[in-house]
């Protein structure tokens, strides 16, 4: 819990009402209550604002004066939100120390203040960080590192000599150093090629549930700071994906692309191998890219990516084909019709 004042203070806003009231947990504008904070980020709730029960809500300056009761004004009230909703909903702590049913090397390095849960296992030579928690039936392979208060949910798997930055969290499921899909075609028989690089991340990463990232064939794979990956996504072997990216659920990267930063990649969406995508690009659901792009904007299309303007004119006009199709034939039977009497007079005329 915490008083309007003290979020106020903590989250950069400025405190418009009673700043001694409390709050404990989040609630939306239709159903919050006296000891909940709201938000409104999106204007197509605004109606809601006026006959709000929420104890306070967060919103922009210019919705302060149609606010019924106690607000946090802030330009971002959707990122204000999400970091108070940490505030007042952390996760549940771990405790410290190894279950009697986890299996740790000897010569693996595991703090104080790390937890091991039941069923886990921690390999030869992994270094664990501070406050580390590897959750149920999670496999940390040997010469792994992982930084401070990174967090292994559930049944995650960190293969060999993989590297994972600071503060992650990685849902159940997910599988990070898998080999890559490469192998090479003899004679009617694919053989297959060594994977003898790892993957690392950077600090301030999720990773969702059952979301797989291959090691490099050679050279690593590797995953910028802050990136947000959904659940279901699999990113191959080489790529590159630049700090603060995000993806959607069900999306596919293929080997060696290089994928810049603050890209968003929404659900479905495919990338084929060896591309590369500038900074800022943002591409829609189930876009195909079959091209590199380097220039920052939006991309959409499940034929091969291009600027949004042009493909939003073009699908228009594949609604309008058969219309056109069949003006386009009533003008060659016209034409056809009129060559023919043309024809005639002058046949006519001789």
Known sequence: M???RELAAEFGCELAGDGDRVVVAVGTLGGAGPDQIAFLANPAFRGELAKTRAGAVILEPRHRDECPVPALVTPNPYATYARIAARLHPPPAAEPGVHAAAVVAADAVVPPSAHVGPGAVV??????????VIGPGSVVGEDVEI???TRLVSRVTVYDRVRVGARCLLHAGAVIGADGFGFALDRGEWVKIPQVGSVVI??????GANTCIDRGTIDDT???NGVKIDNL???GHNVQVGDHTIMASMVGIAGST???RRCMIAGGAGVINHLEICDDVVLTVRSLVLRSIDRPGTYSGALPAEESRAWRRNAARFGQLDALASR?????RRLEALLQRTESKEDGDD
């Open 2 to 4: 915490a008083t309007l």
């Open 202 to 207: 950077g600090d301030d990463v999720e990773i």
């Open 123 to 132: 390999g030869a030579r992994a270094r664990l960080g501070e406050r580390v």
């Open 258 to 260: 290089r994928i810049g």
């Open 147 to 149: 930084g401070p208060d």
């Open 222 to 224: 590797r995953i910028g």
């Open 328 to 332: 386009l034939r009533a003008a060659e």
């Open 233 to 235: 996504v699999q990113i």
